[in-house]
């Protein structure tokens, strides 16, 4: 079973920058495309960014130029490094990933979240 955890949360001043790393842990046939998400106080779950196994990189409209997501396949880890962050920025990053078990069956994992503050 592959779980994801999340570092790299914490409390950053407006326009200032962070970096979120996601680390697949676990036994896996494989693992597929990955994402990152947020979730702020009172607000649905949105999509930050995604990147497929071969690095393709896809962001929403909102969140392109300051966020950019990147992997390193030989350490099962997924990137989020972040810039300009504004106080709207501030919410709960989670990372998810569609995970190709040993049975060869596809599951969608997500991670426990970290917590992103960005506060003077």
């Known amino acids: 079973q592959v779980r994801l955890v999340e570092s790299g949360g914490g409390l950053v001043q407006p326009g200032g920058s962070l970096r979120l790393s996601c680390a697949a842990t676990?036994?896996?046939?494989?693992?597929?495309?990955m994402g990152w998400y947020r979730q702020a106080p009172g607000k649905q779950r949105e999509l930050v960014a995604t990147?497929?196994?071969?690095?393709?990189?896809n962001y929403p409209d909102s969140m392109k130029g300051r966020f950019t997501i990147s992997r390193n396949n030989a350490k099962y880890t997924v990137y989020l490094q972040m810039s300009s962050l504004k106080p709207e920025d501030t919410a709960v990053y989670y990372c998810?990933?569609?995970?190709?078990?040993?049975?060869?069956?596809?599951?969608?994992?997500w991670g426990q979240g970290t917590l992103v503050t960005v506060s003077s």
């Open positions: 998810n990933g569609l995970i190709t078990t040993l049975a060869r069956t596809l599951e969608e994992v």
């Open positions: 990147i497929t196994s071969g690095g393709v990189t």
């Open positions: 676990g036994t896996a046939y494989s693992i597929g495309a």
